[in-house]
Nanobody, 122 residues
Framework: VQLQASGGGFVQAGGSLRLSCAASVRTFSTYAMAWFRQAPGKEREFVAT????????SYAGSVKGRFAISRDNAKNMVYLQMNSLKPEDTADYYC????????????????WGQGTQVTVSS
């Protein structure tokens, strides 16, 4: 499984960004997908996850109500819509693939893409 994240950038507080992650795998619909992030000097943390069909999602408390994860199995894509961005959302964002339902731990995801940087200015 190869994952390619994109869509990061620089945005002012209160703005929005949409991250995308393209997966190179035949059986994309059998993988749960997730987004994690890592701020400078901090550990990588869970952001959101979505089930194989997209019918179930789970979010970290810090982003609930502001971020939305979605997927398009026909295109092998997963997205993270980020609204009402705050300076504390500044981080490198990583997409990940695994097989567990709504898992939130780093070790639950064996496949990772490279990070895409998000910077939110105050």
């Amino acid at each position: 499984v190869q994952l390619q994240a994109s869509g990061g950038g620089f945005v002012q507080a209160g703005g929005s960004l949409r991250l995308s992650c393209a997966a190179s795998v035949r059986t994309f619909s059998t993988y749960a997908m997730a987004w994690f992030r890592q701020a400078p000097g901090k550990e990588r943390e869970f952001v959101a996850t979505i089930s194989w069909t997209g019918s179930s999602t789970s979010y970290a408390g810090s982003v609930k109500g502001r971020f939305a994860i979605s997927r398009d199995n026909a295109k092998n894509m997963v997205y993270l819509q980020m609204n009402s961005l705050k300076p504390e959302d500044t981080a490198d964002y990583y997409c990940a693939a695994g097989t567990l339902y709504l898992a939130t731990q780093i070790y639950n995801y064996p496949y990772w893409g490279q990070g895409t940087q998000v910077t939110v200015s105050s």
